[in-house]
């Protein structure tokens, strides 16, 4: 079920004109592509988004043990060019932790919005040696670290044309990326047993 869509750069809810969801008006940031996003996540949704999207649905592949799938939205209709993956699970250092990612065309602020950034795209952030690095769909992906808040963590790249943004909460499950993460296009496969859980904390930007 699609909740209505929200500013994908602050999170704030959209009107959207009936007949045009390809563009909405934020009252803070001008106009921008509505960022969509489903109340309670499902095999049957991921693959609708995933069917005609010009972008990757990153998942971790395979999900860590006891964490789930919990949240999918997506901007540009039809042809999705954004993708947001929800996960949720044990920290790596003790409690909860939550993971955000992100693959995205450049132009669209979403990434930007999760690490709380103020432009649409990384520009001057990605600078010197990468300082982790994810396997996306077989391709080596360098991820640099990106200046946030201190709440959380967040991490830039590209894969397969497009931004790839993984974002976590607490700040300290960034040691998620200690070991060499592998990522899964969902375009690619959706495999019947995919976790899926309940909506988390930080899935919508600005939260």
Known sequence: ?????????????????PGDSAVAWCHVHGAVTPLHHTTLIAHDA??????DARVPAWV??????????TGLAWGGEPGARAIVV??????PLGGSAELVLVAE?????????????PGLDPGDVITGPSSA??????????LWA????????????EAYGVWL????????AGWLLAEELRLLDLRDRLYPDLPLGPPSEHFLPGE
């Not at 971790?60 to 789930?68: A, F, Q, R």
């Not at 996306?136 to 360098?142: I, S, T, V």
């Not at 808040?149 to 830039?156: G, H, L, Q, W």
């Open 1 to 17: 079920m699609s909740a209505s869509p929200v500013c994908p750069r602050c999170g704030e809810p959209l009107a959207v004109r």
């Open 46 to 51: 991921i693959a609708a988004v995933t069917a």
């Open 60 to 69: 971790p592949d395979p999900v860590p043990s006891g964490w789930s799938v």
């Open 86 to 91: 929800g996960c949720a699970g044990p920290a």
């Open 105 to 117: 065309e450049p132009g669209m602020g979403v990434g930007c919005g999760y690490a709380g950034l």
């Open 133 to 142: 690095a994810v396997e996306a769909a077989g391709q080596r992906a360098p």
């Open 146 to 157: 990106v200046p946030t808040s201190d709440d959380r963590a967040a991490f830039v790249g």
């Open 165 to 172: 943004w993984l974002v976590m909460w607490p700040m300290s």
